[in-house]
């Protein structure tokens, strides 16, 4: 059977009212600029919505913590209290804020290595998180995954391999419709990832079996060292789903991100299958702790994102403009965000790493109550008994 | 003509009788705490047995094992290249669309790295997807999602995301179909600490095991062998309910014997049976017949207490030699006290170290057969 092309997506996506008011809240007019959003064979959102004071306060509240969260990983990892890997998000906080507001407990997301913000927006805590980062028992993964592999409910992680997470998304979104759920599935990558197979393998199968993929490009103009332009042959990531409709979006506005984001949940609750979003957005620290960033770009060009493209600053400006808080306010919001943070870091240094016992090592390779009988150590004796919880201690 | 035997064979032979007809050896067994080996040498003891078994094909029991486990569970779906409308590559899945419909039998694209990791997807989210490769070759296409996305994730995340997936498809060789379509992964995937990989021979083993399999809630590698499809073993009635499943991880001693210990896993098992036969007929030569069934945890405490029994262990498989399931069995019992009642080395049966061939004369030496398992034995038994 022959599919016909799909037409233009037209406005009948409505953008569905969320809402945190309670009756007295206000409610604020937004006017974004036209500059926010481009279409792919699809009609973008509405440039002109109204949200609630709250929200804007939350969003506003949610960037500062992440901001000073990223920035406390950094300063630990220059102390030698993280160690491996650790890849920041300082500059691209306004899309897991962005998203997490636009969307519910029931939605699902995942992403790459890149995860930090997210882990937190979807539940886990200032301390959970870097308590992981610093291989504390505490840890939102006890400690055994680290940077990269980091879970909370709804969060599918955290992914080591790129482009990996692509068909894991994909397979959140099959899973939402084989249960009939009217749920979305926010799957991100980067534009280093965009050229892999398994991308374009996944907005195959989402588009052919109409699952509610929203895959979403994170555009931050580099993967690793490799300026976009020297990896893509094509760079307009929201235009790589070919037959699927895309919209790119400006990822350092963060009333862009969360208006495109509520566009593309309501999109696919409403059964209209995968689309393809490329937030456009900037990091302004190296691709990792490994990467001083700036081998491959000027200091020019992270300066002039910086003070002209701050998702932060950005929201500040709106809300001074839009009478929501006064400097001092804000002022006092920022310095309750680094007392916050700065209590999470203490608490998660306090804490301590798991146990430097053999059978804590071997926990959780298979779910409790179903694990192989016996698990090799380093050498034969120091193999763990599951049946018998403790060490073989072979005896020859 | 009588067999001629080495000393160290005679030995063992004159220790095996002695052990079956000298009480006061037997007493001393018994007191050294030998009394497990000298009970499994009661030839008397009878193998299960009932009236009239009935028969079926591998392929028809695969069938009805996944149907089973489709109609028990919702959560179950089963996914792959031609599983739905073609009823399968190989018609293990027939009629499973018909009687379940498209939403819980999906054909895919041929995109396995894609495929794969949206059913690990699902999985991670709570579902329970059967994915089918159409071989397991295919399935490097896909390793990476099935060791960093489904094997290690719930030890990475501490604990807090299980991924209840089966991987399943035929393993190793089939008949004259080359090199790219021929290679067995079962040390591979056995190599990776947060899968089970399982391997089963007869009927009973692929019906019992493919339940236990889907049950699990680990990420489980199912090795089938496409030439076993096809092929009728007897099945006990137990065997054809709905609830019969086997436990992952136990070994199965086809045939007891008393001189040699042959393990093998899928259709390597055949032609154990096959070489403990002749060698029974032409030496005397009493074989312990081993299925291991499962590879991913290997049932190292059986054949230690074969090898105690025995003396003698040759190991058959039909993947590459180097790094392979028999290498692991050698080194298991070289750190384990069946060692020290070892009479001789132990020889291990494997595939030959080339990529398979085409033509038949020379596909006939890549893949062990009955008469190099028997050669192996005599090696071993110094016949």
Known sequence: MIRSVRPLANASTRIAKRSLATANSDLIAIELPPSSFEGYNLEVPELNFETEKETLLKMYKDMIIIRRMEMAADALYKAKKIRGFCHLSVGQEAIAVGIENAITAEDTVITSYRCHGFAFMRGASVKEVLGELMGKRSGVSYGKGGSMHMFAPGFYGGNGIVGAQVPLGAGLAFSHKYRGQKAAAFTLYGDGASNQGQVFESYNMAKLWNLPCIFACENNKYGMGTAASRSSALVEYHKRGQYIPGLKVNGMDVLATYQASKFAKDWAAQGNGPLVLEYETYRYGGHSMSDPGTTYRTREEVQHMRSRNDPIAGLKATLLDKGIATEDEIKAYDKAARKYVDEQVAAAEADSPPEAKMDILFEDVYVPGSEIPVLRGRISDDSWDFKNKTFLNKVY | ?383
Not at chain 2, 6 to 24: D, G
Not at chain 2, 59 to 79: I, K, P, T, Y
Not at chain 2, 334 to 342: G, I
């Open chain 2, 1 to 383: 003509m009588a067999p001629k035997l080495s000393s160290v064979a005679k030995t063992a032979q004159l220790a095996a009788s002695a052990l079956r007809n000298n009480n006061a050896v037997t007493r001393t067994l018994r007191q050294s705490g030998q009394f497990q080996a000298l009970r499994m040498m009661d030839g008397a003891r009878a193998a299960s047995s009932t009236a009239e078994k009935k028969t079926i094909t591998v392929r028809d029991a695969l069938n009805a094992g996944l149907a089973e486990e489709l109609d028990r569970d919702d959560d179950v779906f089963l996914m792959g290249e031609e599983v739905a409308q073609y009823n399968g590559a190989y018609k293990v899945s027939r009629g499973l669309l018909d009687r379940f419909g498209e939403r819980r039998v999906i054909d895919t694209p041929i995109t396995e790295m894609g495929f794969t990791g949206l059913a690990v997807g699902a999985a991670l989210h709570g579902l329970k997807p059967v994915l089918e490769f159409m071989t397991f070759n295919f399935a490097m296409q896909a390793i990476d999602q099935i060791v960093n996305s489904a094997a290690k994730t719930y030890y990475m995340s501490g604990g807090k995301q299980p991924c209840n997936i089966t991987f399943r498809g035929p393993n190793g060789a089939a008949a004259g179909v080359g090199a790219q379509h021929s290679q067995c992964y079962a040390a591979w995937y056995g190599s990776i600490p947060g899968l089970k990989v399982v391997s089963p021979y007869s009927a009973e083993d692929y019906k019992g095991l493919i339940k236990a399999a889907i049950r699990d809630p680990n990420p489980v590698v199912f090795l089938e062998n496409e030439i076993a499809y096809g092929e009728t073993f007897e099945i006990s009635e137990e065997a054809l309910s709905s609830d019969f499943v086997l436990p992952i991880g136990k070994a199965k001693v086809e045939i007891e014997g008393t001189d040699i210990t042959l393990v093998a896993h899928s259709r390597t098992v055949k032609f154990c049976v096959e070489a403990a036969a002749t060698l029974e007929k032409q030496y005397g030569v009493k074989a312990e017949v081993i299925n291991l069934r499962s590879i991913k945890p290997l049932d190292v405490p059986t054949i230690v207490e074969s090898v105690k029994k025995t003396g003698h262990l040759v190991t058959a498989e039909a993947g590459f030699p180097a790094f392979g399931v028999g290498s692991e069995i050698v080194a298991q019992i070289m750190e384990s006290e069946a060692f020290d009642y070892l009479d001789a080395p132990v020889e291990r049966v494997t595939g030959c170290e080339v990529p398979t061939p085409y033509a038949q004369e020379l596909e006939d030496f890549a893949f062990p057969d009955e008469p190099t398992v028997v050669r192996a034995a005599r090696k071993v038994l110094g016949l």
